[in-house]
């Protein structure tokens, strides 16, 4: 994922409650979220060119999430998948307070950002510029390609666009349709670049800053691949998966209900 925004034990029908956009190459092969043929009991999309995934929650009650660190030029090839961290831990049963046992195999893995949820807590771990991982306070945050909660403009209009959702009728109805989430999906479909003096400096030059500031980024060989929205409650999660094809072309839309154990 490129953009999580996420609601963490602040509304009385979701304990978390999360948008995403996926950013990657368009010619990079992945299978739309969907029941892993591994697993069962695991949900989401998945990478078919290193393993893994960049979202996926469980009937067990988990959830994990995992964006890039843009800092500078790319890193190339790495020993470890990012993406195998996501499945990695939605498929395990050990809480979050597992995520200290990948210190020392961090610098092995890509610069990366990931959420883990075990059922009960809900924790951060970065190895970027160094190993650290913490719990993540109840409220309203956002996860991108920075630090955590780094004042990115697409991550505040993804976490304002969530929070007016939340307060809305149709989140405490607990009405999922494609109408009642429209509001969600419209917001992480904005193609709107930020003003050049609210962008990030992350060391790759004015023009690819702006290019990557919106909430969705439409390119040829370059984009978002997919929009997601899960919603978590204490016996079910609600997880729906928009695909994209090259320049913002809308191809399928998955949709799950898990019974969570």
Avoid at 124 to 147: C, I, K
Avoid at 163 to 192: I, K, N
């Amino acid at each position: 994922m490129c953009l999580i925004a996420l609601s963490w034990k602040q509304h009385p029908r979701y304990r978390l409650a999360l948008i995403a956009n996926r950013d990657e190459a368009h010619d990079r092969p992945a299978v739309p979220a969907g029941v892993d043929p591994d697993d069962p009991a695991i949900y989401g999309g998945r990478d078919l060119l290193a393993g893994g995934s960049w979202l996926m929650a469980s009937t067990r009650g988990r959830l994990a999430a995992v964006t890039n660190v843009r800092a500078g030029a790319a890193e190339g090839p790495m020993p470890r998948s990012r993406g195998a961290l996501v499945r990695g831990f939605a498929a395990d049963d050990r809480s979050v307070d597992s995520l200290a046992s990948l210190a020392p195999q961090a610098a092995g893995f890509g610069r990366f950002n990931l959420l883990a949820f075990d059922g009960a807590r809900l924790a951060f771990a970065s190895n970027y510029p160094q190993f650290r991982t913490y719990d993540v306070t109840p409220g309203l945050h956002a996860m991108s390609n920075g630090d955590f909660d780094a004042p990115w403009p697409k991550s505040g209009h993804a976490t304002r666009a969530l929070e007016r959702w939340l307060a809305s009728p149709a989140a405490r109805d607990g009405q999922t349709d494609d109408e009642a989430l429209a509001p969600l999906f419209d917001a992480l479909a904005d193609t709107t670049p930020a003003p050049d003096d609210a962008l990030p400096d992350t060391g790759v030059g004015l023009p690819l800053e702006r290019l990557l500031s919106p909430p969705f980024v439409r390119g040829e060989r370059y984009g978002t691949r997919c929009s997601s929205v899960v919603l978590i409650e204490d016996t079910q999660a609600t997880f729906l998966e928009q695909s994209f094809g090259p320049n913002g072309l809308r191809l399928g839309r998955t949709r799950a209900t898990l019974a969570l154990g």
